[in-house]
T-cell receptor, first 115, second 114 residues
Framework: KAGVTQTPRYLIKTRGQQVTLSCSPISGHRSVSWYQQTPGQGLQFLFEYFSETQRNKGNFPGRFSGRQFSNSRSEMNVSTLELGDSALYLC??????????????FGPGTRLTVT | AQKVTQAQTEISVVEKEDVTLDCVYETRDTTYYLFWYKQPPSGELVFLIRRNSFDEQNEISGRYSWNFQKSTSSFNFTITASQVVDSAVYFCALFSSGTYKYIFGTGTRLKVLA
């Protein structure tokens, strides 16, 4: 099976702009989670989508949003970018349903730089 | 509250040494899962192992071994005869089936010197 793919891999934006990141999970995986990774804060959970519904949410402002499509692909949007949003954004997919295994498989990430 | 603590921020060892990465977790749930992930310089986290709360058996996979002890809430990871390719950041994570959330530790950076 193909792994988790994320596009784009690198992105440079300026403050105030918005950005959309995309994630395609492993075929058959219905859960997609997003994480923000920074040197200072480590891996922080943004949100998780399962079958097109947001099932869990971390402690991020409303500028961070996401959605999942019927084919399980997910997008993450950050509006009104701030310098502090510069980070590696990781997407992870898993089967994550009751009774199934819960390990997550990560994509290569999108490195976002806000100037 | 749920929490994963990796107290070792960075460890340096010389090739062929054994090294243990510590992980201590907190949860009130009785059903939970513990994981270890490896993040090489390329950035992509790689799944290494999953353990559920009902299985305290230790596991060995090649040079890797894991020691799960519920009594001390620890899930430690040992690399035997370390190699330069083991250099990476290693994350321990907790998943609770009650909250359906993954909690990651802050990671331990392992440097294996030739």
């Amino acid at each position: 099976k193909a792994g988790v793919t994320q596009t784009p891999r690198y992105l440079i934006k300026t403050r105030g702009q918005q950005v959309t990141l995309s994630c395609s999970p492993i075929s058959g995986h219905r859960s997609v989670s997003w994480y923000q990774q920074t040197p200072g804060q480590g891996l922080q959970f943004l949100f998780e989508y399962f079958s097109e519904t947001q099932r869990n949410k971390g402690n991020f402002p409303g500028r961070f949003s996401g959605r999942q499509f019927s084919n399980s692909r997910s997008e993450m949007n950050v509006s009104t970018l701030e310098l502090g949003d510069s980070a590696l954004y990781l997407c992870a997919s898993s089967e994550n349903d009751r009774g199934l295994s819960y390990e997550q498989y990560f994509g290569p990430g999108t490195r976002l730089t806000v100037t | 509250a749920q929490k994963v603590t990796q107290a070792q921020t960075e460890i340096s060892v010389v090739e062929k040494e054994d090294v243990t990465l510590d992980c201590v977790y907190e949860t009130r749930d009785t059903t939970y899962y513990l994981f270890w992930y490896k993040q090489p310089p390329s950035g992509e986290l790689v799944f290494l192992i999953r353990r559920n709360s009902f299985d305290e058996q230790n596991e060995i996979s090649g040079r890797y071994s894991w020691n799960f002890q519920k009594s001390t809430s620890s899930f430690n990871f040992t690399i035997t005869a370390s190699q330069v390719v083991d250099s990476a950041v290693y994350f321990c994570a907790l998943f609770s089936s009650g909250t359906y959330k993954y909690i990651f530790g802050t990671g331990t950076r392992l440097k294996v010197l030739a």
